[in-house]
């Protein structure tokens, strides 16, 4: 990994979003003796979660074991994607059968519900995915299988991509009519605020120390404000979690920036405001800010020299996508990604009153939503699964699997390098 220290420096800064907030934290809840349903992690996953059971007449406790959003819920992009990372139409039949279409039409249906959000400043002027290899046929060719699913999918030529995008570095794209962006901060406080609303409780700095069978059913959580009996318990912490609340799986650094850009560089800079991730494994992607800004991101790899070598890296990126230089480094901030084997989140129910889950795999604000109310009504009302659960957590070999993505990603890197330089 890059420098130890520099890394880690970049893992507690502030996101751009916590520097641009101005909402006052509410006052922490006290710890009630019991809840329908105790959620551990305050991220989207937990607070869609939380609202869904207070929304169905349930009562709510969540636990989050700092401020809301200093995990990945306050620390990522804010993009909004209606479809899931590293998957087609068909690769997803081939995975989850039947179970494919519920699965994204559930994405699709929290992609609106988010950008809709009251206070998320949502933006739903679409997500694109520029392709650099696929053949024209076969990009055509998707875009009309994800129509055939209910995603709002448009095939993009070089002509139409530029015009959207200002690059001409891609040959094709699929435009998601569906996606947008928002800042995921403020939908969190949002969301937050409307569980508090409905008489839910949010209870920060309380991390779920422990929990075990209740004697009755449920779970008992043990806090440093004292114990709290769950009939039902959610465990969301994902990649943030700690101790009992940290699934096996393997675990990326995403390092993200926000440049500044002069008026004639704003210009050429994503001019319809789309913002877009291309399909590489070195994944390049873009979204325009308020005040002529423009925000991007890299995965941290092992051999990177320190912070400096990422803003090169970031700059060197701007200006092979859109022709032109980059302003002022405002902030530069590190998020965390889970990863899985097959790109789809692994959900481990051991239990008819518990449930665990892991691996966004990049695709994180949707997904949450999605995962957070389908997994609440799992097991308050055993509403049908959206994804197939196991009940018991894959053999832990994060270790392996990140080594392997960041082989992967180095590969791609090296390539693009390669193939940049040449022109």
Request: proline residues 6%.
């Amino acid at each position: 990994m890059m420098q130890n220290d520099g890394l880690q420096a970049l893992l507690a800064a502030p996101s751009w979003w916590q520097l641009q907030s101005s909402q006052m934290a509410a006052p922490a809840a006290s710890l009630p003796a019991d809840s329908d349903l105790v959620v551990v992690g305050g991220g989207i996953t937990g607070l869609s979660a939380a609202l869904s059971a207070l929304e169905h007449g349930f009562s709510a406790t969540l636990l989050e074991s700092a401020a809301l959003g200093s995990g990945a819920s306050g620390r990522n992009s804010g993009f909004v994607v209606p479809v899931p990372g590293r998957h087609s139409p068909a690769s997803l039949r081939r995975h989850l059968g039947s179970l494919a279409q519920p699965y994204l039409a559930r994405l699709a249906q929290s992609a609106r519900t988010l950008l809709a959000f009251p206070g998320a400043q949502g933006e739903n002027a679409g997500w694109m995915l520029p392709c650099g290899t696929e053949d024209k046929p076969d990009a055509e060719a998707r875009a009309r299988d994800w129509t055939a699913y209910g995603i709002q999918a448009d095939y993009l030529d070089a002509e139409q991509l530029a015009e959207r995008l200002g690059t001409s570095r891609y040959r094709y794209a699929l435009n998601f009519r569906q996606g947008g962006q928002l800042d995921p901060l403020a939908l969190a406080q949002s969301m937050a605020a409307a569980c508090r609303n409905l008489g839910g409780g949010v209870v920060t700095h309380c991390p779920a120390l422990s929990f075990r069978r209740a004697e009755r059913g449920g779970y008992r959580v043990l806090t440093p404000q004292g114990e709290i009996v769950a009939r039902r318990l959610l465990v969301a912490g994902n990649c943030y979690g700690e101790g009992p609340c940290r699934p096996p799986g393997a675990v990326m650094t995403l390092i993200l920036g926000v440049f500044a850009l002069s008026p004639d560089a704003a210009a050429r800079c994503l001019p319809q405001g789309i913002p877009f991730s291309d399909g590489y494994k070195d994944m390049w992607f873009f979204r325009r800010l308020a005040g002529n800004r423009l925000m991007t991101g890299l995965f941290a790899l092992p051999g990177q020299s320190g912070t400096t070598d990422c803003e090169r890296l970031l700059r060197q990126r701007i200006h092979h996508t859109f022709g032109t230089a980059s302003g002022a480094l405002l902030q530069m901030w590190a998020g965390r990604i889970g990863l899985t084997r097959h790109a789809l989140p692994h959900l481990h129910c051991p239990d008819e009153a518990l449930a665990y889950w892991h691996g966004c795999n990049g695709r994180g604000l949707a997904l949450s939503h999605a995962l957070g109310s389908n997994l609440a009504l799992r097991l308050l009302r055993d509403e049908a699964p959206v994804l197939p659960a196991s009940r018991a957590w894959p053999q832990p070999a994060g270790d392996a699997m990140r080594w392997m993505a960041q082989l992967l990603v180095a590969r791609d890197r090296r390539r693009r390098t390669v193939s940049l330089a040449k022109h």
